[in-house]
C-alpha cells in the first residue's frame, strides 16, 4: 500500500475511474484504495503484483507497505532488526 502521491508520480494521466477501488481498514478508520497492477524487481528479476494506492490514507513519513500477494508469496523474506538489514531468497 502506498501514498496516492507516488501513483501521481508514476501516473500522472491514469484515469482512476478505470481502476479497481476497495475499502481499507484500520485502527485509524476507513480509507479508499486504487489497485493497480505494477511490476517490481529485485536485482535483475522483475515480476507483476498488484499495488493499492490511496489518497486517504497518507501518514507523515509512510513510505509504503509491502503485502503478502506478489511479494511475500514470492521470495523468503529474513528480517534482522538488530542488523538493520533485509534478506530475500
Known amino acids: 500500500m502506498f501514498d496516492g502521491e507516488l501513483l501521481d508520480l508514476l501516473a ?12 481499507l481498514g484500520g485502527v485509524a478508520g476507513t480509507a479508499t484504495g486504487y ?9 535483475t528479476t522483475f515480476f507483476p503484483v498488484p499495488a493499492v494506492f490511496s489518497f486517504e ?28 538489514s533485509v534478506v530475500l531468497k
Open 57 to 84: 490514507f497518507s501518514p507523515d513519513e509512510f513510505g509504503g507497505l509491502a503485502g503478502q500477494l506478489g511479494f511475500f508469496d514470492s521470495y523468503i523474506v529474513e528480517f534482522n532488526r538488530k542488523a538493520m
Open 35 to 43: 489497485v493497480v497492477h505494477i511490476e517490481v524487481g529485485v536485482n
Open 12 to 23: 500522472p494521466d491514469i484515469n482512476l475511474n478505470t481502476l479497481e477501488k476497495i475499502s
